[in-house]
């Protein structure tokens, strides 16, 4: 069992950044893909971006290239998120999740944290 969980969440205004991390309990977490979800009010969950067991793959989500990095720091068991150039629209709570396989289902979710860009 592995748990996740998030922190760096805040309010920040448009055009700014937020560091997101999350935290693995688990010894084995270089073992597990990794990859952030959000989640809009009224919206479904959407795929925002994954990284592979050893970091060297990664991928994003359209709305966020160029403005999202995600890494990873498998000593630490921990996955961060760097989010720049912020809009309003990526309002959200935001959830990492551990999966077995990269871009596969996720087995593992944390409770996520909120993200508020305001004008």
């Known amino acids: 069992q592995v748990q996740l969980v998030e922190s760096g969440g805040g309010l920040v205004q448009a055009g700014g950044s937020l560091r997101l991390s999350c935290a693995a309990s688990?010894?084995?977490?270089?073992?597990?893909?990794m990859g952030w979800f959000r989640q809009a009010p009224g919206k479904e969950r959407e795929f925002v971006v994954a990284?592979?067991?050893?970091?060297?793959?990664?991928s994003y989500a359209d709305s966020v290239k160029g403005r999202f990095t995600i890494s990873r720091d498998n000593a630490k068991k921990t996955v961060y998120l760097q989010m720049n150039s912020l809009k309003l629209e990526d309002t959200a709570v935001y959830y990492c999740?551990?999966?077995?396989?990269?871009?596969?289902?996720?087995?593992?979710w944390g409770q996520g944290t909120q993200v508020t860009v305001s004008s």
């Open positions: 999740a551990a999966g077995s396989r990269y871009l596969g289902e996720y087995e593992y």
């Open positions: 688990e010894r084995t977490f270089r073992d597990y893909a």
């Open positions: 990284i592979s067991w050893s970091g060297a793959f990664t």
